[in-house]
């Protein structure tokens, strides 16, 4: 496992900048690997880890960095609940576990470093320096997985009766008979604009 610096460099390269985000997500991603024994995640582990995260802010950038887990690999699934919080599925395993940051590590950093005025230096130093207990709570955790979630798997590809749009196995939806997209069962998040 690369240490934290290292990390960090290329969570910068990755995300663009480097923030508080970025240091909460590599030490999110990096506690949650080492919980699961998981010690080489771009080499002899790469096949064995998939990454659920919680939220779409800069910390989630890290979390893919750290675990090498891509949403184009069906490794990263995204649950848009608002949290800065992760679970980490040991595949070979079968563990998983979920590890969240606590609201109070901005408190505990302000606490830390009340010289630095501006929030995100703060809190970037004082994520580098606190321990997991005050950064994260962890719980282990189950995970279902059907084999159409897994990287790798292929299956069936169908046709929408509707907009005649080619659909991936298993996403979707049969209504009386026939086969629809997601869009046209009414899943839409888009208006055509006629
Ligand atoms: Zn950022
Ligand atoms: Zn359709």
């Given at each position: 496992?690369?240490?934290?610096?290292?990390l960090?460099?290329?969570?910068?390269?990755?995300?663009?900048?480097?923030?508080?985000?970025?240091?909460?997500?590599?030490?999110?991603?990096?506690?949650?690997?080492?919980?699961?024994?998981?010690?080489?995640?771009?080499?002899?582990?790469?096949?064995?880890?998939?990454?659920f995260?919680?939220?779409?802010?800069?910390?989630?950038?890290?979390?893919?960095?750290?675990?090498?887990?891509?949403?184009?690999?069906?490794?990263?699934?995204?649950?848009?609940?608002?949290?800065?919080?992760?679970?980490?599925?040991?595949?070979?395993?079968?563990?998983?576990?979920?590890?969240?940051?606590?609201?109070?590590?901005?408190?505990?950093?302000?606490?830390?470093?009340?010289?630095?005025?501006?929030?995100?230096q703060q809190?970037?130093?004082?994520?580098?320096?606190?321990?997991?207990?005050?950064?994260?709570?962890?719980?282990?955790?189950?995970?279902?997985?059907?084999?159409?979630?897994?990287?790798?798997?292929?299956?069936?590809?169908?046709?929408?009766?509707?907009?005649?749009?080619?659909?991936?196995?298993?996403?979707?939806?049969?209504?009386?008979?026939?086969i629809?997209?997601?869009?046209?069962a009414?899943?839409?998040?888009?208006?055509?604009?006629?």
């Amino acid at each position: 496992m690369k240490t934290l610096d290292e990390l960090l460099v290329d969570a910068e390269v990755a995300h663009g900048h480097l923030c508080a985000g970025q240091v909460l997500g590599v030490r999110l991603a990096m506690r949650g690997l080492e919980l699961l024994g998981i010690d080489d995640p771009h080499g002899k582990d790469r096949k064995r880890l998939i990454t659920f995260v919680e939220i779409d802010r800069c910390a989630t950038d890290a979390v893919g960095v750290v675990t090498g887990c891509r949403l184009g690999k069906r490794a990263l699934k995204f649950r848009d609940w608002g949290k800065v919080a992760a679970t980490f599925v040991d595949l070979e395993s079968g563990k998983a576990v979920r590890v969240c940051a606590k609201e109070s590590s901005k408190a505990l950093a302000r606490q830390l470093h009340p010289e630095i005025a501006n929030k995100n230096q703060q809190q970037m130093l004082a994520y580098r320096e606190m321990s997991n207990d005050n950064l994260f709570t962890e719980q282990w955790v189950k995970v279902v997985l059907p084999p159409e979630e897994l990287p790798g798997y292929k299956g069936e590809r169908i046709v929408c009766a509707k907009c005649g749009e080619g659909i991936n196995f298993l996403r979707e939806i049969r209504r009386e008979g026939t086969i629809l997209c997601r869009g046209c069962a009414g899943e839409q998040y888009y208006e055509e604009i006629l």
